[in-house]
């Protein structure tokens, strides 16, 4: 079946980085449409980025200029480059992987944002 394992998440300080990593298996990962998801204590699941297959790119207004995210189909994972983290960026960190009427969920990776 297919997977998704998310890992790179952690405590930070604000204004420091991180880089998630999603890697998939048992997919064609290809030709999926990848995305980040982040869902903080008490609040809804948002998306904060998506890399299309042909690799376009967009970003929630709240990340914009400071989170990038890549693909890398040699080796089936994705990635969120994030810098000049805020406190408010702290949530779990979920990787999506859409096709036509097939979505996957990772189990999420923690990224908290303090002092």
Known sequence: QVQLVESGGGLVQPGGSLRLSCT???MAF???????YRQAPGQQRELVAVITSTSRTTYADSVKGRFTITRDNA????YLQMNSLKPE??????CNAEFRTLVYWGQGTQVTVSS
Do not use: E, I, Q
């Open 89 to 94: 960026d702290t949530a779990v960190y979920y």
């Open 75 to 78: 080796k089936n994972t994705m």
């Open 30 to 36: 290809s030709m999926y449409s990848m995305a980040w």
């Open 24 to 26: 998939a298996s048992r």
